[in-house]
């Protein structure tokens, strides 16, 4: 049997909360299985959090703190390693940045903006500069950087499955100048295909259909329950609760329905970019 390899509790915060939860874990005289019971996350999870790679939830604070008594020490810590996860990230959305590292699959609904892991620097700068007009040139460009960084999953040694349906707006709205349009849109296909993903369109002839309203992203993972991300003007919301998350899945299931085929959608977006790029009217 291998030696056991301790985390190095000074990389980082959430190796250091990994430590003391290992350390607090093995003087309870507690295994992993014996720590996850009654908790709604797995072995692997817990084992994750003790190595420092995932950050632990406040929910999994909770239980731990209960378990170990520890007098609430992880539920006062955990916002610790949050912020120390965050790196140019809206606060909000610090928690789901470092979740889609673990997921197995990633569905996205996107009416209003480009998906980020699907944006362009270009993109993401002129969407950061027009939310954040007042921000600095370096406010600006760590947002940026953050973004284009989420999107190294893709070449990660376990890519998660991804899926995204798009409204039709986004490639019609020329968000930048027709060029800059052209790089996107094209950027957007080859990502899909070089990684076997899958992209929708809705079209703006399409009638009433579930998710009308707000950007909303779903993931599951191999060791821990699914959740749903929806977001807003200034404001984003992680949920978990199983009964919602179902709901928010049918409805997702009822939007495919709705959005055009895959290739069918590709080849749109492919001729847009076409038209963008030799400055045809589009329709």
Same mark, same amino acid.
């Given at each position: 049997?291998?030696?056991? %390899?301790?985390?190095?509790?000074?990389?980082?915060?959430?190796?250091?909360?990994?430590?003391?939860?290992?350390? %607090?874990?093995?003087?309870?005289?507690?295994?992993?299985?014996?720590?996850?019971?009654?908790?709604?996350?797995? =072995?692997?999870?817990? @084992?994750?959090?003790?190595?420092?790679?995932?950050?632990?939830?406040?929910?999994?604070?909770?239980?731990?703190?209960?378990?170990?008594?520890?007098?609430?020490?992880?539920?006062?810590?955990?916002?610790?390693?949050?912020?120390?996860?965050?790196?140019?990230?809206? #606060?909000?959305?610090? *928690?789901?940045?470092?979740?889609?590292?673990?997921?197995?699959? !990633?569905?996205?609904?996107?009416?209003?903006?480009?998906?980020?892991?699907?944006?362009?620097?270009?993109?993401?700068?002129?969407?950061?500069?027009?939310?954040?007009?007042?921000?600095?040139? *370096?406010?600006? #460009?760590?947002?940026?950087?953050?973004?284009?960084?989420?999107? +190294?999953?893709?070449? &990660?040694?376990?890519?998660? %499955?991804?899926?995204?349906?798009?409204?039709? @707006?986004? !490639?019609?709205?020329?968000?930048?100048?027709?060029?800059?349009?052209?790089?996107?849109?094209?950027?957007?296909?080859?990502? !899909?295909?070089?990684?076997? &993903? =899958?992209?929708? !369109? $809705?079209?703006?002839?399409?009638?009433?259909?579930?998710?009308?309203?707000?950007?909303?992203?779903?993931?599951?993972?191999?060791?821990?329950?699914?959740?749903?991300?929806?977001?807003?003007?200034?404001?984003?919301?992680?949920? *978990?609760?199983?009964?919602? $998350? +179902?709901?928010?899945?049918? @409805?997702?299931?009822?939007?495919?329905?709705?959005?055009?085929?895959? #290739?069918? &959608?590709?080849?749109? =977006?492919?001729?847009?970019? #076409? *038209?963008?790029?030799?400055? +045809?009217?589009?329709?």
């Amino acid at each position: 049997m291998p030696p056991r %390899k301790d985390p190095d509790a000074s990389a980082n915060v959430p190796s250091f909360y990994g430590a003391e939860l290992r350390y %607090k874990r093995e003087l309870a005289g507690l295994t992993l299985e014996q720590l996850a019971e009654g908790s709604f996350h797995g =072995i692997p999870f817990l @084992s994750q959090i003790e190595r420092g790679e995932r950050r632990m939830p406040l929910d999994l604070a909770q239980h731990v703190d209960k378990a170990l008594k520890t007098d609430g020490f992880f539920e006062r810590r955990c916002e610790d390693a949050r912020r120390a996860r965050q790196s140019g990230h809206a #606060e909000y959305f610090a *928690d789901v940045a470092e979740m889609e590292q673990h997921a197995e699959t !990633i569905e996205e609904w996107a009416p209003m903006l480009v998906p980020g892991l699907l944006q362009t620097a270009l993109y993401t700068r002129a969407i950061v500069r027009a939310a954040m007009p007042r921000a600095s040139d *370096d406010e600006v #460009e760590e947002k940026v950087g953050a973004r284009m960084g989420r999107a +190294k999953l893709f070449t &990660s040694e376990n890519p998660p %499955k991804f899926w995204a349906i798009l409204d039709e @707006s986004l !490639i019609r709205r020329a968000a930048l100048p027709s060029e800059e349009m052209a790089e996107l849109l094209e950027h957007i296909a080859g990502l !899909i295909r070089s990684t076997h &993903s =899958i992209l929708q !369109i $809705v079209p703006e002839t399409s009638a009433a259909h579930p998710f009308m309203m707000g950007m909303t992203k779903f993931m599951t993972f191999a060791d821990a329950p699914p959740v749903v991300y929806t977001e807003s003007l200034h404001s984003g919301q992680l949920i *978990d609760y199983p009964a919602l $998350v +179902k709901q928010y899945r049918e @409805s997702y299931d009822l939007l495919r329905a709705v959005a055009m085929p895959p #290739e069918a &959608s590709l080849a749109m =977006i492919e001729a847009a970019a #076409e *038209d963008y790029r030799h400055g +045809k009217p589009r329709d």
